[in-house]
């Protein structure tokens, strides 16, 4: 037991190790561009983007709908409001936004994506597939979401605020496209926030 122990031990301080070296070196070692979002004064160039389901023959639209809102702020007063009618069972939302970058074929960019997540109602019956997505093209549909982050649910998550991120390699033209949103789990109204939006590219 106590060699169990040990070695649960061990692996929780690699990962807070090469946690904290990760930090350190996109902060304050790489030569990065630093692109943060608080939301206070505007959306900060981020636009609202959603996918409809498509039933058997058909092109139902939902209901959906991205504000910037004050109730349930990270930090500051406002956050951005997610909302979407997931009755059928299908569909996404997202916030999306352009990073131009230099147009160099041969060079690969490496980027970064934090934010932080809030939902006052995680539940079986409000369960939502968190994503984001970094890519060369504008996204329009699910499909062009490849980042899946996890499923939430009220058993593995209590209510409140938790930070997730990813990282992605790309080859773009001159433009990297980021993406952070929900999609339907299960049929019901979905309606989450997100606050502190961070971007690295290097
Ligand atoms: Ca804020
Ligand atoms: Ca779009």
């Not at 301080?13 to 902060?27: D, G, K, N, P, Y």
């Not at 070692?29 to 206070?40: A, L, M, P, Q, W």
Request: with cysteine.
């Amino acid at each position: 037991m106590k060699k169990r122990n040990r070695i649960i031990s061990i692996c929780f301080s690699v990962i807070l190790l090469f946690s904290i070296v990760s930090i350190i070196l996109w902060e304050y070692v790489f030569d990065v561009e630093k692109f943060d979002y608080g939301f206070e004064t505007n959306f900060g160039g981020w636009v609202g983007d959603a996918d409809y389901l498509v039933g058997e023959d058909e092109i139902i639209a939902v209901d959906w709908n991205v504000t910037k809102v004050t109730e349930n702020p990270y930090k500051g007063s406002y956050s951005i409001c997610l909302e979407i009618d997931g009755f059928q069972d299908d569909g996404a939302v997202w916030i999306e936004k352009a990073f131009f970058v230099e147009n160099d074929n041969s060079r690969y960019k490496h980027v970064k994506v934090s934010f932080q997540f809030f939902s006052d109602n995680f539940g079986m019956n409000t369960r939502a597939l968190i994503f984001a997505s970094i890519n060369t093209t504008n996204p329009s549909i699910e499909e062009d979401f490849d980042h899946k982050i996890t499923t939430i649910t009220s058993d593995s998550y209590l209510d409140g605020w938790y930070k997730f991120s990813i990282t992605a390699k790309i080859k773009p033209l001159d433009q990297i496209w980021v993406a952070i949103g929900i999609k339907v789990a299960w049929e019901t109204l979905l309606k989450y926030y997100i606050d502190n939006v961070s971007v690295r590219i290097r």
